[in-house]
C-alpha cells in the first residue's frame, strides 16, 4: 500500500472517530455572536401571541428565505454550493437586506434518499451552512420544502418540475403520467396535475407508509440539528415549518378545505409536534401553515381553512402562512401598479386569525417577480406588502388613527438567492434542458439578489425597500409602527406616508427623507427596545426623537445612554438604535430619521413637543 493511501485512510478514521465524539458527546459551548451585548442570544418562545426573547421582549422576525436553491439538484438539495457562499451570503444578508432571520429549506428527497436510511452527510452539510447564518447573528427556522408533491413525477421534458419527496416514494404510487393541461403557471398542476393530485393525497392518508416515513426523517433531522449545534447556535433556531404550502389533492365525497384540514392537516401536525419533543426541540413551536388556498385573493381559488378548527395554538404552534398577490401577477385581474394600504385587509385577516388562535403569526413567504410581463408591478406590490407587515393601516390613515395600527407581523420575503442567473440546473435530470436564468425553477425569478460578475453580492430591487427600519426587539408591547421608505418605482419616488401638515416641525425635521416612528409601552425589564438602522441611516445623519430624549448623529450605546447605537450581532456591520427606559406601564415614543441635517436644538425641542402632544392625543 502506497504511502497516500495510508495517509488518506487515515483521515478517514480520523473523521469517523471525530464524528463519533460529536455524537456521543454534548455539543461544545462557543462564545456567542461578535457584538453581541448581554440581552443578546437568547431563545424566542411564544407568549401572549408574540414572539418573546429571554429579556421579555417583543421580536420581529425580519428577512428571507435561504433559498430556491433547495429545490434544484446542482447543489445536492443544499441552500449553498459551499459554506464560504453560505458565509457570503449571510453577511449580505444582515448588511445589505436587514434581515435578523432566515427560513432555512431542507430537502426530504435529499434527507431521506433510500427508504429508512437518513443521509447523514446530507444533514451535516446542511447543519454547516445553518450554522454560518446563526453565527452570524441571524436567527433560523428550518423548513422542509415541497411543491407540486416531487420532481420526480415529472418527466424529462416536461414544461414543469416538482421538489420534496424521495423517488421511493413516488415509486410506490404509480401515478398517472403527469399533465397539466392548458396552465399557464405552474402553481395550476396543484390542483390540474392528476400526478400530483394523487400523490398529494396518498401522503395525507398515509398510503405506503409515507407519512410515518416522513415523520421519521424529520425527527431525525431535528435531533441531528440539536446534537451538532452549540448550545449559543441552537438558541437562534426559533422553531420548524413541517410543511410547505399544504394542499389536499383532492377532496373526498362530502369533505371540504375546512374538514381537510381538521382531519388530517391538524392531525399532521399534532403527530409532527411529538416528534419535535422527542428530538428535542420541547421549547421551539411548530410554524404550521393552513391549506395554502385559505387567503387566496381570487374568489375563485379561495378555500375555507386557516386551521379554525384547532383550537388554541398557544405557545406551541405559531401561525405560517404565505401571501402573493395572485390578481397583480396573472397580469389580467390586476392591470394597475398596488396603492397605498393595498394589502392592509390581506394581512389584517392573518393578525385576526392568529389573534383569534391565541399565537404568533408570520407570513413566512411574499414577493412578486422581479422579470416578465408582471415585473412592472414589483416596486409597488413589494413596498405595499411590507408596509401590511408594519401595520394594519395605510398610509393616508396612519397617522389619524395610530392605535388602530396592530401588532407588527413577522414576514421572510421570498427569496435570497445569490445564484439568481448563473444556476446550471439540468431540469428533470434532462441534459438537454439547461436552466440558467432567474431561479432555474418553473420561469420564476423573485431571487431580491444575485452575484455580480467579480462574484460580490448585489441586490435586485431597491435597498430602500428592502433595508428597512423595523421593531426587532421591544421593551414592552408595541402599540403602533409605521416605516416611510421612500423606495422607487423607476424615478419615481413612493411615499405613501408623509408626515401631516398638522405636525409642521415634525415635517419640517423629515424633510424628504426616510423615517419610522414607534410607539410602545414599556415593560418591566431591563433590556432596551431596539430598532434595526439601515445602511441610508449612518449614524452621523441619523436624527432622533423620543421621550426619552432627542439626538442628531447619537452616541454609542452605554447602560446609562438612553438614546444609543450599536452594532447588531454577528459582526457584519450591520447597527441597532437601542432606546432603554426605567418605568413600566407607560407610553414612548421615538421618531428615526434621515432627513436632517444638522437640527437646531429648537427644532427638535418643537418636534417632540408636537409628538408628544400627538401621542397624548391618540392612546
Known amino acids: 500500500m502506497d504511502m497516500a493511501n495510508i495517509r488518506a485512510r487515515l483521515i478517514v478514521v480520523l473523521v469517523v472517530l471525530c464524528g463519533f465524539l460529536a455524537v456521543a458527546g454534548t455539543s461544545p459551548a462557543t462564545a456567542a455572536p461578535a457584538d453581541s451585548l448581554w440581552f443578546d442570544g437568547t431563545s424566542l ?72 436510511q437518513v443521509d447523514t ?19 433560523v427556522y428550518p423548513d422542509f420544502h415541497q411543491d407540486l408533491y416531487s420532481r420526480y413525477l415529472f418527466n424529462t421534458g416536461s414544461w414543469y418540475t416538482g421538489d420534496g419527496a424521495p423517488k421511493w416514494a413516488v415509486d410506490l404510487g404509480s401515478y398517472p403520467s403527469e399533465s397539466c393541461g392548458i396552465c399557464f403557471f405552474w402553481g395550476q398542476n396543484i390542483t390540474q396535475n392528476s400526478a400530483v393530485t394523487k400523490a398529494q393525497y396518498d401522503f395525507w392518508h398515509n398510503d405506503y407508509g409515507l407519512q410515518d416515513a416522513f415523520l421519521t426523517t424529520a425527527q431525525s433531522t431535528m435531533a441531528y440539528l440539536a446534537q451538532h449545534l452549540t448550545d449559543t447556535e441552537f438558541a437562534g433556531v426559533v422553531g420548524f415549518d413541517p410543511y410547505n404550502e399544504p394542499y389536499a389533492g383532492t377532496y373526498e365525497s362530502g369533505q371540504t378545505s375546512r374538514i381537510w384540514e381538521r382531519d388530517l392537516l391538524w392531525p399532521f401536525y399534532q403527530k409532527f409536534r411529538a416528534r419535535m419533543d422527542a428530538a428535542g426541540w420541547q421549547a421551539k413551536p411548530a410554524f404550521v401553515e393552513p391549506n395554502l388556498f385559505w387567503n387566496a385573493n381570487i374568489d375563485s381559488q379561495k ?103 396592530g401588532p407588527v407581523l413577522s414576514g421572510s420575503q421570498w427569496q435570497w438567492d445569490i445564484y439568481n442567473g448563473r444556476h446550471h440546473e439540468l431540469m428533470n435530470g434532462n441534459a438537454d434542458k439547461v436552466l440558467t436564468s432567474g431561479d432555474a425553477w418553473n420561469d420564476e425569478d423573485l431571487s431580491a439578489v444575485k452575484l455580480d460578475d467579480s462574484g460580490t453580492v448585489t441586490l435586485r430591487q431597491d435597498a430602500r425597500l428592502l433595508d428597512r427600519i423595523y421593531p426587532s426587539a421591544t421593551s414592552g408591547s408595541t402599540a403602533a409602527f409605521t416605516y416611510e421608505d421612500r423606495s422607487r418605482d423607476g424615478s419615481t419616488t413612493l411615499t405613501w406616508n408623509p408626515v401631516p401638515s398638522s405636525l409642521p416641525n415634525v415635517s419640517r425635521l423629515v424633510g424628504s427623507g426616510q423615517y419610522g416612528l414607534l410607539v410602545w409601552r414599556s415593560g418591566s425589564g431591563t433590556a432596551p427596545t431596539e430598532l434595526h438602522l439601515p445602511a441610508s441611516f449612518p449614524t452621523a445623519s441619523t436624527t432622533v426623537v423620543s421621550d426619552l430624549g432627542t439626538a442628531y448623529a447619537p452616541p454609542s450605546y452605554t447602560a446609562s445612554t438612553p438614546v444609543g447605537v450599536a452594532p447588531e450581532p454577528g459582526g457584519t456591520g450591520s447597527r441597532r438604535l437601542l432606546l432603554t427606559d426605567s418605568d413600566s406601564g407607560v407610553l414612548h415614543y421615538a421618531l428615526v430619521t434621515n432627513g436632517a441635517t444638522s437640527p437646531s436644538a429648537d427644532l427638535l425641542s418643537a418636534a417632540r413637543s408636537e409628538l408628544a402632544a400627538w401621542s397624548a392625543a391618540h392612546f
Open 45 to 116: 418562545t411564544v407568549q401572549n401571541g408574540r414572539f418573546v426573547d429571554g429579556q421579555g421582549r417583543e421580536v420581529v422576525l425580519r428577512g428571507y428565505n435561504v433559498s430556491g436553491e433547495t429545490k434544484l439538484e446542482e447543489n445536492s438539495g443544499l441552500p449553498f454550493a459551499s459554506v464560504a457562499d453560505a458565509q457570503k451570503s449571510a453577511t449580505a444578508l444582515r448588511a445589505l437586506g436587514g434581515g435578523n432571520a432566515v427560513r432555512f429549506l431542507l430537502s426530504w428527497a435529499h434527507a431521506e434518499p433510500v427508504r429508512g
Open 121 to 139: 452527510a446530507y444533514l451535516a452539510a446542511a447543519t454547516a451552512q445553518m450554522r454560518v447564518f446563526l453565527d452570524a447573528g441571524i436567527r
Open 303 to 405: 378555500q375555507e381553512g386557516g386551521l379554525l378548527d384547532a383550537g388554541t395554538l398557544g405557545s406551541r404552534y405559531v401561525f405560517n402562512t404565505h401571501f402573493y398577490d395572485q390578481k397583480a401577477i396573472s397580469g389580467i385581474l390586476m392591470w394597475g401598479k398596488a396603492e397605498d394600504g393595498q394589502y392592509a385587509t390581506d394581512f389584517g385577516t392573518v393578525r385576526d386569525r392568529a389573534s383569534a388562535a391565541g399565537t404568533a403569526a408570520v407570513v413566512s413567504e411574499f414577493g412578486h417577480p422581479l422579470s416578465g410581463t408582471v415585473s412592472d408591478k414589483a416596486p409597488t406590490v413589494v413596498k405595499a406588502m411590507y408596509q401590511a407587515l408594519d401595520s394594519r393601516l395605510s398610509g393616508a390613515n396612519w397617522w389619524s388613527t395610530p392605535a388602530s395600527s
